[in-house]
């Protein structure tokens, strides 16, 4: 996608360094750092300086392949593993990039380790970029759906009437992904087209994705947008206001459940009560076909209140960055950082194979090597 002008990715190895978006100083700062060590790539997913499933598996497949070529024994191997699974619970795909490399590196000889799995995380990264680009392309055909409605409907109303307003929550843009997102792709394609879209983007507290990269990539992007309070979608979509949700996913059940920020639930919930079309942008690597009940079997990382629902970091108005509270004790706070969103609440599952049913039939026709 496009910063300031120029093509980039979230991730990316030159000449032997991989360096990362740390996204934690978006979108006052666009700083790049790298990725030298195991611990580089541990922290890099636990701090969130990367954050997003697909971009949390980059680099963990990145954070495998440092490790390697830095010892690459057997039980460096197994070490490199433990940690960064242990670095976040939630997505999947962390699991499933240090499994793969797992598997390819015992088939190959110690020398040979970290020159595979080099290989392997940059094809999975282009991987990743394409899988997100197909979601766009299934996307965008619900959103010409929307267009030609509109068009009909409104034929001698104004522009305004025929805007295709969609809501998201949180960030499943290209920051969240390697390229092109899952929930922005379609957007993005649309946009690209030339359709007349507007997003409204949920700020996503405590962490304010929404408010701090959805809106950043869709400025840089020239996507037209406005952020709106995390409380505010329901009563948007009771005044017609939302014509589709797109939501992405750190990990979808094999029967159709998913898992995603805190606060999807509620706008499932919404979108059920006002007959509003509710999609979820997921990739095959996101789905988790061992997990049938996401509300008993998903593990909900819960982070520290405190640090980030007590405390909020912002510029002020001298463009100084800094942190306050709101609170008069910052320590009383709870900070669940998912929810699970039940696949009777969701309208379809959006893959890079087409668009699915919220359940084990509707995925297995897309993917049927999983039965």
């Not at 922290?43 to 830095?70: E, F, H, L, S």
């Not at 992904?177 to 359709?195: C, E, H, L, Q, R």
């Not at 959805?214 to 309070?229: D, K, M, S």
């Not at 929810?339 to 049913?357: F, H, M, Q, S, W």
Request: negative net charge; aromatic residues 6%; contains cysteine.
């Amino acid at each position: 996608m496009r910063v300031n002008g120029q093509d980039m990715r979230t991730i990316w190895d030159k000449d032997g360094k991989v360096e990362i978006i740390d996204q934690r100083f978006l979108p006052h700062e666009l700083k790049i750092i790298s990725i030298e060590t195991l611990e580089d790539a541990r922290n890099a997913i636990a701090d969130m300086k990367v954050r997003g499933a697909p971009c949390i598996g980059a680099t963990a497949m990145y954070g495998m392949a440092v490790a390697v070529r830095n010892d690459p024994s057997d039980a460096s191997l197994k070490n490199a593993q433990q940690v960064l699974n242990a670095s976040r619970p939630t997505a999947v795909n962390l699991e499933w990039a240090t499994r793969e490399c797992v598997e390819a590196a015992r088939e190959i000889s110690e020398n040979k380790r970290a020159d595979i799995l080099f290989d392997m995380a940059r094809q999975n990264c282009d991987d990743d970029a394409q899988m997100c680009s197909n979601i766009g392309d299934y996307g965008k055909v619900l959103l010409d759906e929307i267009a030609q409605n509109k068009t009909k409907k409104h034929k001698d109303g104004s522009e305004n009437d025929k805007v295709i307003n969609i809501l998201t929550h949180c960030n499943a843009g290209w920051v969240a992904t390697v390229d092109w997102g899952t929930a922005i792709s379609p957007i993005y394609k649309a946009f690209n087209a030339g359709m007349n879209v507007h997003v409204w983007v949920d700020e996503t507290r405590p962490r304010s994705q929404g408010a701090r990269l959805t809106a950043w990539e869709l400025e840089q992007h020239g996507v037209p947008y406005t952020v709106i309070t995390d409380n505010s979608g329901g009563h948007l979509m009771q005044h017609g206001l939302v014509d589709i949700c797109f939501v992405g996913t750190d990990r979808t059940t094999a029967t159709g459940d998913v898992c995603n920020k805190i606060g999807t639930y509620l706008k499932a919930l919404a979108a059920f009560d006002n007959n509003v079309p509710f999609y979820v942008c997921a990739p095959s690597n996101s789905i988790d076909w061992d997990m049938q009940d996401g509300l008993k079997e998903i593990p909900i990382e819960v982070r520290s209140g405190e640090r980030e629902v007590g405390w909020i970091t912002g510029r002020d108005e001298d463009g100084i960055i800094r942190r306050v509270t709101t609170m008069p004790d910052p320590t009383k706070t709870r900070n669940d950082a998912f929810d699970v969103t039940p696949r009777k609440y969701i309208t379809g599952l959006i893959t890079e194979r087409g668009i699915a049913n919220a359940s084990r039939a509707g995925l297995l026709q897309l993917f049927p090597e999983k039965r």
